[in-house]
């Protein structure tokens, strides 16, 4: 079956300071990716839908500056979060899209303290 | 624009049936998905309807009426381990995006 990683799993940051985040697919090509965050008690949210090779498109009211995304290759985007904030502690998800399923990372809990 | 609407919490008993239905309106409809995600987990997959009809894996099962804009997830033989959040997502074939409900938390009790 189709495998996505990502890495790190969790991780402790100060505030100011950034955060990579990566999301591979492991066993298929992802021409598109998406990058999820999820507040405790609360539904995924879509920042941003990645594809190989272009610039990744934002959902309204994420700030592409402080949310890096690259899509490098079709195994690998990653997530940086810039100047990282104790607000922006949360769980980031990733996905890769192949055919019509999605399948996604097992996350990663970003603290910043 | 998209508009996904589920219950956000059930409680059912072990060993019961619980249906999760979940409403939507969003444009360039192409199919709705089912996950589940346990606390602190990513989603896992359940189910993909893409045409009418009840589709039955299992123990879950899961129905689509796209004239009503309408769907629900059917578990049966309720299990403790079956305590999580129930997401259904709908399928926008225009830039290949997933919409997301705002889940629905289901508690099994003995």
């Known amino acids: 079956g189709a495998v996505v990683s990502q890495h790190p799993s969790w991780v402790i940051c100060k505030s100011g300071t950034s955060v990579k985040i990566e999301c591979r697919s492991l066993?298929?090509?992802?021409?598109?990716m998406f990058w999820y965050r999820q507040f405790p008690k609360q539904s995924l949210m879509l920042m941003a839908t990645?594809?190989?090779?272009?610039?990744?498109?934002?959902e309204q009211g994420v700030e592409k500056d402080k949310f890096l995304i690259n899509h490098a290759s079709l195994t690998l985007s990653t997530l940086t979060v810039t100047s990282a904030h104790p607000e922006d502690s949360s769980f980031y998800i990733c996905?890769?899209?192949?055919?019509?399923?999605?399948?996604f990372g097992p996350g990663t809990r970003l603290t910043v303290t | 624009g998209q508009n996904i609407d589920q219950p956000t919490e059930m409680t059912a008993t072990e060993g019961a049936i619980v249906q999760i239905n979940c409403t939507y309106q969003?444009?360039?409809?192409?199919?709705l998905f089912w996950y589940q995600q346990h606390a602190g987990e990513a989603p896992t997959f359940l189910s993909y309807?893409?045409?009418?009809g009840l589709e039955e894996k299992g123990r879950f099962s899961s129905f689509l009426s796209r004239s009503k804009g309408y769907s629900y997830l059917l578990l049966k033989e309720l299990q403790m381990k079956d305590s999580a959040s129930y997401l259904c997502?709908?399928?926008?074939?225009?830039?290949?995006?997933?919409?997301f409900g705002g889940g629905t938390r289901l508690m099994v009790k003995p």
């Open positions: 996905s890769a899209m192949t055919g019509y399923e999605q399948y």
């Open positions: 066993d298929f090509q992802a021409t598109t």
């Open positions: 990645s594809n190989e090779g272009s610039k990744a498109t934002y």
């Open positions: 969003t444009s360039g409809f192409n199919g």
């Open positions: 309807n893409v045409l009418d």
């Open positions: 997502a709908a399928y926008n074939n225009a830039g290949n995006m997933l919409t």
